[in-house]
């Protein structure tokens, strides 16, 4: 532990990434799991889990793919907490795709960087200059159990560059071994469940069920941060030219869980969100998100215009941190319905 706290010092702006997440996620390793992707979901207080009905559903429910009747694919570019490192962007790319006979498939590819980084030694020298990142890659399959159930399964690849080798032996000599980088797997599981109460959806996902992610050969590791998340989905308006939902979410970081049960409920990330569309035209999106122990805490808001087959969409959360911060989310979707001459 004196090892990476020596490395953290040394490579000081790097760790400024976890200082949101505190709590159970600030005891894992690979935390960038943890930042949720996609500008529709964060417009509505990160909520997704019942919904899962784009590409989106790679990251928030696999099976979510059962019920999407289109090969849909999403890019996001994110700004991400300018307040604490301006050269810090995150990116994601998900696509989803009907194997007919079989079940939906689908992908998606995280990347998250702080941007360029000045290494400082614990004496405060700067000995060089290098770019950290984290990335992740995933396959997924969804089928259905029955028609109104569904369930999903991925599997990820996972990676993460904190800082290079030179730079550790330039403070502990040639002698050092393994550097600042490391790798796992992890495997997610989820449902999907359409209930008999017409617009109300119920979904379910464990995510991040890995090995430790290993940054030293000395042996040193840290856990992923294997997620639970379970949401609720109601839209008592469904017409061809209105829709509502409603929606709530829970969050829970299943990293050094207690049996303290209030502990444990404070250390869980809730959200709730509504999201009403105009002539699949024009959406509104609004959520609130509470995460008591890692201080944040406020409004989300968001919204999306549609022309055919293409959506733009913005999701901010600036509000929901206790510093200043620009954090704005920006998704691009295309669908390509069954049939097309696109297909």
Known sequence: MIKKAIIGMMVGSIFLISLPLYGAASQAGAIFLAIYPGARPNGMGTCFTAIADDAMSTYYNDAGMAFQNKTDITLMHANWLTGLYPDMYYEYIGIVHELKGIGKIGANLIYLTTGETEAVDPDGNTIGRFKSFDLSFKVSYAAKFYENLSFGIGGKIIYSYLVPRWILEKIYGPQEKGGGSGSSWAIDASLLYKSPIEGLDIGASLQNIGPNIKYLESGESDPLPRTLRIGVAYSPLRTKTNKLTI?????????????????????????????????????????????????????????????????????????????????????????????????
Do not use: C, H, Q
């Open 247 to 343: 929606m709530g979410e829970l969050t829970k970081i299943l990293v050094g869980v207690t049996r303290n049960v209030s502990d444990e409920w404070a250390d869980t990330w809730r959200g709730i969100g509504i999201e009403y569309t105009l002539s699949e035209f024009l959406s509104i999106r609004g959520g609130y998100f509470w995460d008591v122990i890692g201080e944040r805490v406020g409004p989300t808001f968001g919204g999306g215009i549609r022309f055919a087959n293409l959506e733009f969409d913005i999701g901010v959360d600036s509000e929901i941190y206790d510093f200043p911060t620009d954090n704005y989310r920006f998704s691009l979707y295309y669908s390509i319905e069954p049939g097309s001459s696109s297909e």
